[in-house]
């Protein structure tokens, strides 16, 4: 590395997910409705996305706009933006015109990957946005407008196949210096672009590692996490253009480990276990009640479904205490600060609140085994109370935002009438089912 580059120069999310790629290339990534990418068709489809897009003359540093629900090609277009070494921009599908209009110029979006039925009403407010100057259309079933002037997302990705002689697209260098723009919902007002670092976006929200192990110190690190990791599998609920689903499917992918999304447009208990219970996943990222509650009575009802499913996550949101109505024996709750805290309040410089929570349950023995929830209080898993310490990781990002700031909670040191023990990151837990280890209560770091 020159003498001038940053130390976090090689922390760009594309140049992570490469190496990554390169790691384990044979491994399932994803998991789509019927499509099913290993890391290498992963990393190769995300490349040929970026080779359009600097075709196109998109630009380093560019802002390019995703309208999509959950499927492969949004995560497919979220890579190749970085690799083309612009900055994705997440869209909220549920916008309306007016919203639609503020995030676009808002964001200065030069291009936008759009489905055919979210397009429709962009396509109303195309003279508003003059810096929109190229589209992208993902297939879903829906009437074409033609107004937009789009091209088809798969004849762009197949003119840039192995076999186009398109070598002579270069792409640019990335850095973990470039931007990352996140979108808040905009439920208090018009949304607002929040800008990172990648490289601090990686540190803060996404980097998983084993309890007392060191950060990354390079790519190559991140790839041998990788190589060596369980390639746990983990259903992820929540949309993707938001921070829960973004940062949960992000993370797991640079361990390594599978991601399984829904694809529905609508969320319907039977089927998402239906899902988890086929890709036999072992964890469930969801967003609070709404979907918890509806879960958690199907799984009293079913007991034998998802047997290897053994915990679940609300980002987000918080849970309730109602919830806690479905507890069993063995099952334990504990606060875990959401995504959309971390953001928010890191915007003004203060540590993020524990607002959602994560559960843990038991493997399923034949019995009807149940898992549960509980609000977020202020102790760790062994009832003891939580300690944090700020760690700032960035100086104030190009708008003006502190693009780092957060809170890096400290391991638990148990006591606890069970006989607990603690060490780094994580505590060791003596109950009727004989020794256990809790996992540390960090966002940034936890181990799985």
Not at 27 to 52: F, K, M, N, Q, W
Not at 336 to 351: E, F, L, N, Y
């Amino acid at each position: 590395m020159p003498q001038h580059a940053s130390p976090d120069t090689p922390f760009s999310l594309a140049n992570l997910m490469t190496a990554v790629a390169d790691a384990v290339p044979d491994r399932i990534a994803l998991v789509a409705g019927p499509r099913r990418l290993t890391y290498r068709a992963l990393d190769e489809r995300s490349t040929r996305l970026a080779r359009h897009l600097a075709t196109a003359g998109v630009r380093p540093g560019e802002n390019v706009a995703i309208l999509s629900f959950n499927r492969a090609e949004w995560v497919e277009s979220f890579l190749g933006v970085l690799r083309a070494g612009a900055v994705p921009v997440n869209v909220n599908y549920r916008y309306v015109a007016g919203e639609l209009r503020h995030v676009l110029s808002d964001a200065h979006a030069v291009a936008l990957i759009a489905e055919d039925s979210l397009a429709t009403t962009v396509a109303a407010v195309r003279s508003d946005l003059p810096r929109l100057r190229h589209v992208l259309l993902l297939e879903d079933g829906s009437e074409r407008d033609a107004s937009l002037g789009g091209v088809d997302y798969e004849e762009a990705l197949a003119a840039h196949g192995p076999d186009s002689g398109d070598g002579a697209v270069e792409l640019p260098v990335t850095s973990g210096d470039d931007h990352y723009l996140l979108y808040t919902g905009g439920t208090t007002g018009y949304p607002k672009g929040v800008l990172w670092r990648q490289a601090d976006v990686f540190r803060a929200a996404v980097e998983r590692r084993d309890p007392g192990a060191p950060r990354a110190g390079s790519a190559q690190d991140v790839a041998e996490r990788a190589a060596r990791c369980f390639p746990l599998r983990m259903l992820v609920l929540g949309p993707l253009m938001h921070a829960a689903g973004q940062w949960n499917a992000l993370s797991m992918l640079l361990c390594g480990k599978r991601v399984v999304l829904s694809t529905d447009r609508s969320f319907r208990a039977d089927r998402v276990l239906e899902l988890a219970h086929r890709e036999g996943v072992h964890a469930v990222q969801l967003v609070g009640d709404a979907m918890a509650r509806p879960l958690a009575r199907h799984l009293l009802t079913e007991p034998d479904l998802c047997p290897e499913l053994t915990s679940v996550r609300s980002g987000g949101t918080p849970l309730t205490p109602r919830c806690a109505g479905c507890g069993g024996p063995g099952a334990r709750t504990w606060p875990w600060p959401t995504p959309t805290a971390v953001r928010r309040r890191a915007c003004a410089g203060r540590p993020p609140r524990p607002t959602s929570t994560r559960v843990s349950r038991t493997p399923r023995t034949g019995a009807a085994s149940r898992w549960a929830a509980a609000s977020p209080c202020s102790t760790t898993p062994c009832g003891r109370s939580r300690r944090g310490r700020s760690r700032s990781a960035g100086s104030p990002g190009p708008a003006g935002f502190r693009s780092a700031t957060t809170t890096i909670r400290s391991p638990p040191r148990a006591r606890s009438p069970r006989t607990v023990t603690g060490g780094a990151g994580r505590c060791r837990a003596t109950t009727a089912r004989g020794p256990e280890t809790v996992p540390s209560c960090c966002w940034a770091g936890a181990a799985w």
